[in-house]
């Protein structure tokens, strides 16, 4: 069975940096696509960045040149790292990863999500 389970949310000043982690186990698995996503109160959840499995990468338009996402294929772990944060950024951040197992199932797992606020 596979866990995603993500970390580092919490309560930031606007101007401030955070830095999210999301990692997967239990089974053996292939992994492909990691991306995060978010969801801010009364809004659909929406993509905020995604990394292939050869690195390359696409963001939402809000968070380019703010956010960076990276992968280690070796621990299976995708962070997030959110610069100059606005208050728009407040939401559930989820983790998002492509992955097949051992059995050969191949579907997208979710984590359980981690709030962000950004507030003075």
């Known amino acids: 069975q596979v866990q995603v389970v993500e970390s580092g949310g919490g309560l930031v000043q606007p101007g401030g940096s955070r830095r999210l982690s999301c990692a997967a186990s239990g089974s053996t698995f292939i992994i492909y696509a990691m991306a995060w996503y978010r969801q801010a109160p009364g809004k659909q959840r929406e993509l905020v960045a995604a990394?292939?499995?050869?690195?390359?990468?696409n963001y939402a338009d809000s968070v380019k040149g703010r956010f960076t996402i990276s992968r280690d294929n070796l621990k299976n772990t995708v962070a997030l790292q959110m610069n100059s944060l606005k208050p728009e950024d407040t939401a559930v951040y989820y983790c998002n990863i492509d992955l097949k197992t051992d059995l050969g199932s191949r579907r997208a797992h979710w984590g359980q999500g981690t709030q962000v606020t950004v507030s003075s």
């Open positions: 990394i292939t499995s050869g690195g390359s990468t």
